[in-house]
């Protein structure tokens, strides 16, 4: 008797577990295949693989091609549906091939070549351009061109921005970055020789303002030198005076932004500075409004550094392009020249203390008096050299370091 | 052994239900509020269908100078496409022109090769590269072409209306042209194109580029851009930086009124995949339709052709256009919130491109 019952309750609750296993396979059949919509599609694309047009009529193609519209909210099915009737009346009508559609005319020439800032460094050229083809995640501030070897190479230097593991959020959360990417004579792109080297120590996105041979000379915004032998594909060890300077113009470039004197909101990228004959400095710095990335500015100060620094003039311009940061790339005599962040080149004269070129779309700039700071004037190649002179950037030595790698 | 093997189905029934019941977890949506998702997991019989990747197309940015910038070489390029694709073809294939540009009050675009030229030279060679297309691929084929411009630079900024006036007059035109007789919309249809990435530019500028294209434009616009340091199941606090872009508008620009997203599928680690996933379900509970995404933009062959894609790192970006598919689609169709509109109808993904430098490659 008992085995018996206990046989019957046993095969009772089978039953129940089967019946509710099916139960829960048809609810989640229903929950997990979506309900079919009479062959439609929430996005553009055709259903299946077409049969030869031939053997189906235009209404049925096309509709394979368009299936997608049934699905789409109202705002958005208008325009498909018109599509869809398109691409039928054209099928319907006898192939327009042979029977051709007059060749549009060309617009009245509006291509022109872009006159990009460069100068000869080493065996290559700077392009003072943002431009590549590297997506938003880098920042890239310029590039050099060379050909070494029989291959064009182009190095690409600014910064990427790194993931919450290796910085994001932290100071410098766009660490410098250089991008080598390498063609052959006939301009093929070589994959396997091109590649990304991070500098030795995060200071920040980096720039190259020099090149002996194919050494590259970089620097962050603070001044930290790097150099990048292109050959080698590494970062060297050297020992570089900091910050690297140049003599352009009637003046020194220095490639730092810890420009001797400071403006409250004011970021410098580098200055360039000349003594004139009656023993007054004009000091150039370039720049743009600290936490606003977008601006642009350039500051200008006279003073007389052998009478207590004293200031006769300070002014400020501001750009009007929200263009970015400004920095000077070159000289003629007392004319500078600048470029944005985003490419936009300027031109100033220091002697009239004006801008005598601006970007298409830029509003004149005006200077405003401004009040400077002497921040220090001991580690400033500056208070070394009172009368302009061309630091030589020493020729670094070819110790090879470890790339940095910003991975955990 | 009767009991045994009885014993041993109720077991095997057993472990059958067990298997098909759903498991809860919770998931942090936004650094405001936590919301209690639920994760169902399914028997392998009632999961969500498998689709296997679309073929992938090719899809090129433009870096010719200026001597190449011709109506006839696009010409080229389209019949070097349509020669290659096979009968019953279809697909979607972007034409990245470059950064917008401004002289005087011209508007224009600034290639890869640092070329400028106007939105006229534009529409003329995209005339050009779908006549070569039509001319020359099999009489059932069918192509897309994305015309294409970035949310780049300070004349994006300063101007985004007038570039998105002027990107969809463009499109009008060119829908004009094709379906002037002889019409050519039996096999050719056209739609405009931003790479929009939230590194580049706010949201502001790029809402008005696109309200302006689409009170101008005939046709929508597809969004292959990023959604770059939005946050994903692993962070879920991080939020699009640095320019303050929130997640409902960068849903409104990829996916709003006469936009599709084709979002950029870069990363190895499925980073970029779950960023979107994400993205799709917080918009789903916020009460809107998840994202009907078209499919997934890759890079691979760019990354082949010229590096910096971190190759071999964590974070590397060059994802084959079959993984960049893949990690979007698995992520969206685990789950019905992401994986089909509020309607029940089912989000398939159709198109897979990946972009190159080589404007005659057709194949990855």
Same mark, same amino acid.
């Given at each position: 008797?008992?085995?018996?019952?206990?046989?019957?309750?046993?095969? /009772?609750?089978?039953?129940?577990?089967?019946?509710?296993?099916?139960?829960?396979?048809?609810?989640?059949?229903?929950?997990?295949?979506?309900?079919? #919509?009479?062959?439609?599609?929430?996005?553009?694309?055709?259903?299946?693989?077409?049969?030869?047009?031939? /053997?189906?009529?235009?209404?049925?193609?096309?509709? #394979?091609?368009?299936?997608?519209?049934?699905?789409?909210?109202?705002?958005?099915?208008?325009?498909?549906?018109?599509?869809?009737?398109?691409?039928? %009346?054209?099928?319907?009508?006898?192939?327009?091939?042979?029977?051709?559609?007059?060749?549009?005319?060309?617009?009245?020439?509006?291509?022109?070549?872009?006159? /990009?800032?460069?100068?000869?460094?080493?065996?290559?050229?700077i392009l003072e351009t943002s431009l590549s083809p590297l997506n938003s995640i880098y920042r890239?501030?310029?590039?050099?061109?060379?050909?070494?070897?029989?291959? #064009?190479?182009?190095?690409?230097?600014?910064?990427?921005?790194?993931?919450?593991?290796?910085?994001?959020?932290?100071?410098?959360?766009?660490?410098?970055?250089?991008?080598?990417?390498?063609?052959?004579?006939?301009?093929?792109?070589?994959?396997?020789?091109?590649?990304?080297?991070?500098?030795? #120590?995060?200071?920040?996105?980096?720039?190259?303002?020099?090149?002996?041979?194919?050494?590259?000379?970089?620097?962050?915004?603070?001044?930290?030198?790097?150099?990048?032998?292109?050959?080698?594909?590494?970062?060297?060890?050297?020992?570089?005076?900091?910050?690297?300077?140049?003599?352009?113009?009637?003046?020194?470039?220095?490639?730092?932004?810890?420009?001797?004197?400071?403006?409250?909101?004011?970021?410098?990228?580098?200055?360039?500075?000349?003594?004139?004959?009656?023993?007054?400095?004009?000091?150039?710095?370039?720049?743009?409004?600290? %936490? %606003?990335?977008?601006?642009?500015?350039?500051?200008?100060?006279?003073?007389?550094?052998?009478?207590?620094?004293?200031?006769?003039?300070?002014?400020?311009?501001?750009?009007?392009?929200?263009?970015?940061?400004l920095r000077i790339v070159n000289a003629d005599g007392e004319k500078l020249t600048l470029v944005s962040a985003d490419d936009l080149v300027y031109e100033f004269d220091v002697a009239s203390m004006q801008f005598t070129s601006l970007p298409s779309g830029s509003s004149v700039i005006t200077g405003k008096p401004i009040k400077l700071e002497i921040i220090s004037t001991q580690s400033s190649p500056m208070s070394s050299s009172p009368t302009p002179g061309f630091t030589m950037t020493p020729r670094p030595t070819r110790t090879l370091l470890p790339t940095y790698n910003p991975y955990p | 052994m009767r009991n045994f093997k009885y014993r041993m189905s109720n077991i095997a029934l057993m472990l059958m239900i067990i298997s098909a019941l759903p498991i809860s977890s919770t998931m942090a949506i936004d650094?405001?509020?936590?919301? @209690?998702? @639920?994760?169902?997991?399914?028997?392998?019989?009632?999961?969500?269908?498998?689709?296997?990747?679309?073929?992938? @197309?090719?899809?090129?940015?433009?870096?010719?100078?200026?001597?190449?910038?011709?109506?006839?070489?696009?010409?080229?390029?389209?019949? @070097?496409?349509?020669?290659?694709?096979?009968?019953?073809?279809?697909?979607?294939?972007?034409?990245?022109?470059?950064?917008?540009?401004?002289?005087?009050?011209?508007?224009?675009?600034?290639?890869?090769?640092?070329?400028?030229?106007?939105i006229s030279d534009v529409e003329y060679f995209t005339k050009g590269y779908l006549k070569g297309f039509y001319d020359y691929s099999p009489s059932d084929a069918f192509l897309i072409t994305v015309v294409g411009l970035t949310n780049q630079g300070s004349y994006f900024y300063n101007d985004p209306q007038g570039f998105g006036y002027a990107w969809g007059t463009m499109i009008s035109n060119i829908v004009n042209w094709i379906n002037t007789p002889p019409s050519y919309a039996g096999k050719l249809a056209i739609a405009g194109g931003i790479d929009n990435e939230l590194g580049w530019n706010n949201a502001n500028k790029s809402l008005s580029w696109k309200y302006a294209y689409i009170a101008n434009a005939s046709r929508f616009y597809l969004y292959y851009g990023n959604c770059d340091s939005c946050p994903y199941e692993d962070q879920p606090d991080w939020s699009p930086e640095p320019l303050g872009w929130t997640l409902e508008q960068v849903y409104e620009m990829s996916n709003g009124a006469s936009s599709y997203a084709l979002p950029q599928i870069y990363r190895t680690d499925r980073q970029h995949a779950e960023q979107w996933y994400y993205l799709s379900l917080y918009i789903y509970l916020q009460g809107q339709e998840p994202i009907g995404f078209m499919g997934s933009l890759t890079q691979w062959s760019a990354c082949s052709e010229v590096g910096g894609c971190s190759s071999g790192y964590p974070d590397a970006t060059d994802n084959t256009p079959g993984q960049g598919w893949e990690q979007l689609w698995g992520e969206i169709s685990s789950y019905p919130r992401t994986s089909q509109s509020r309607m029940g109808i089912p989000f398939d993904l159709p198109v897979s491109t990946d972009i190159s430098w080589n404007h005659w490659r057709v194949t990855p």
């Open positions: 008797m008992k085995p018996n019952l206990f046989h019957g309750i046993g095969k /009772l609750f089978s039953i129940m577990a089967i019946m509710l296993f099916i139960g829960l396979f048809i609810l989640l059949s229903i929950k997990s295949f979506p309900v079919s #919509q009479d062959n439609t599609a929430a996005y553009p694309g055709p259903k299946e693989v077409l049969a030869t047009p031939t /053997l189906i009529s235009p209404e049925s193609l096309c509709d #394979q091609w368009f299936s997608y519209r049934k699905g789409l909210p109202e705002e958005k099915r208008a325009i498909v549906e018109e599509e869809y009737l398109n691409c039928v %009346n054209a099928r319907k009508t006898p192939s327009p091939v042979g029977i051709e559609k007059a060749v549009p005319s060309a617009p009245p020439g509006g291509i022109n070549e872009l006159t /990009l800032v460069s100068r000869p460094a080493g065996i290559g050229t890239i501030i310029n590039q050099w061109h060379g050909d070494i070897d029989g291959m #064009q190479i182009v190095v690409y230097a600014g910064g990427r921005r790194s993931d919450a593991e290796s910085g994001y959020g932290s100071e410098q959360p766009w660490p410098g970055i250089v991008v080598v990417a390498v063609k052959d004579s006939k301009g093929n792109y070589i994959g396997e020789k091109g590649g990304e080297f991070w500098t030795p #120590q995060n200071a920040g996105p980096v720039r190259i303002v020099d090149a002996i041979g194919n050494q590259l000379m970089l620097v962050a915004q603070d001044g930290t030198p790097f150099v990048f032998d292109v050959t080698a594909r590494q970062f060297l060890a050297e020992k570089m005076t900091s910050p690297i300077s140049r003599s352009i113009g009637t003046g020194t470039l220095v490639e730092s932004g810890n420009a001797p004197y400071s403006l409250a909101g004011f970021d410098s990228m580098n200055y360039w500075y000349y003594d004139n004959q009656d023993l007054s400095r004009i000091l150039v710095m370039a720049g743009g409004e600290a %936490n %606003n990335p977008k601006s642009g500015m350039l500051v200008i100060a006279v003073s007389f550094p052998l009478k207590n620094s004293e200031f006769i003039q300070a002014l400020a311009f501001n750009t009007t392009m929200s263009d970015g940061y | 650094s405001q509020a936590t919301i @209690t998702t @639920t994760h169902y997991v399914y028997l392998p019989i009632v999961m969500n269908r498998y689709n296997s990747p679309p073929p992938t @197309t090719i899809s090129h940015y433009i870096s010719w100078g200026q001597s190449d910038l011709t109506y006839q070489r696009f010409y080229d390029m389209g019949k @070097t496409l349509g020669q290659s694709v096979p009968s019953g073809f279809w697909g979607y294939v972007i034409l990245q022109f470059g950064q917008p540009w401004k002289e005087g009050q011209v508007y224009k675009i600034r290639d890869y090769a640092y070329v400028t030229m106007t």
